[in-house]
């Protein structure tokens, strides 16, 4: 990899022997928004089949581009870790990586454990790097609640689970022509109308 690469999205590792102790306060203090992988302290190396020494994945979410030289800099004089720093090519990847969510072959780690800072917000990542699976489950919600209004729909993700409002204000138009849709749809009516008939 070119050294000379910048990126605003970096990975990085540190090594809970030689992390400071308080490395999420360290962490806050730059004002950087972050996300860390739970303790991965159950990893076999695969030549030796002995256990790896327990570190942390995490990466660093710029506000600007950032050179290898200036986020290798900051893992290793804040957080004592190996100077090798990465560009992060999938936040999803990155992401499943932190849980081995797709290697079912490798030590399992807990959602829970994740661990984020500085205005990172892991619900809207989450619903972002599941998009698909978010908007599956909007339109079943739109289903199930006989949605016909825009409105209806965004009242319902504020009150009942916010970060589907952030999909589904990025989706307005999708969401809006399908809610359309159904309120226009003459077979719908019809069999509305059969229903308040008997």
Same mark, same amino acid.
């Given at each position: 990899?070119?050294?000379?690469?910048?990126?605003?999205?970096?990975?990085?590792?540190?090594?809970?022997?030689?992390?400071?102790?308080?490395?999420?306060?360290?962490?806050? /203090?730059?004002?950087?928004?972050?996300?860390?992988?739970?303790?991965?302290?159950?990893?076999?190396?695969?030549?030796? #089949?002995?256990?790896?020494?327990?570190?942390?994945? #995490?990466?660093?979410?710029? +506000?600007?581009?950032?050179?290898?030289?200036?986020?290798?800099?900051?893992?290793?004089?804040?957080?004592?870790?190996?100077?090798?720093?990465?560009?992060?090519?999938?936040?999803? #990847?990155?992401?499943?990586?932190?849980?081995?969510?797709?290697?079912?072959?490798?030590?399992?780690?807990?959602?829970? +454990?994740?661990?984020?800072?500085?205005?990172?917000?892991?619900?809207?990542?989450?619903?972002?790097?599941?998009?698909? +699976?978010?908007?599956?489950?909007?339109?079943?919600?739109?289903?199930?609640?006989?949605?016909?209004?825009?409105?209806?729909?965004?009242?319902?993700?504020?009150?009942?689970?916010?970060?589907?409002?952030?999909?589904?204000? /990025?989706?307005?138009?999708?969401?809006?022509?399908?809610?359309?849709?159904?309120?226009?749809?003459?077979?719908?009516?019809?069999?509305?109308?059969?229903?308040?008939?008997?």
């Amino acid at each position: 990899m070119a050294k000379e690469q910048r990126s605003s999205k970096w990975t990085f590792l540190f090594y809970k022997e030689s992390a400071p102790a308080d490395y999420l306060v360290i962490l806050e /203090e730059l004002h950087i928004p972050f996300i860390l992988s739970p303790w991965h302290d159950k990893d076999i190396n695969r030549q030796t #089949g002995e256990l790896k020494k327990a570190h942390k994945h #995490g990466a660093f979410f710029f +506000d600007s581009l950032k050179s290898y030289k200036q986020v290798s800099e900051l893992i290793k004089d804040k957080l004592n870790g190996p100077s090798h720093v990465e560009v992060v090519q999938s936040p999803k #990847g990155l992401f499943d990586y932190f849980t081995h969510a797709e290697n079912k072959d490798k030590t399992q780690y807990d959602l829970n +454990d994740i661990e984020v800072g500085c205005g990172f917000n892991l619900d809207k990542f989450l619903v972002e790097m599941n998009s698909d +699976d978010f908007m599956q489950e909007v339109v079943d919600i739109i289903e199930q609640n006989d949605f016909t209004e825009f409105e209806e729909l965004v009242w319902y993700a504020r009150a009942n689970y916010t970060p589907l409002l952030g999909l589904i204000i /990025e989706r307005t138009y999708f969401f809006a022509k399908y809610l359309d849709s159904r309120r226009c749809n003459p077979q719908r009516n019809n069999i509305k109308k059969e229903e308040e008939n008997e």
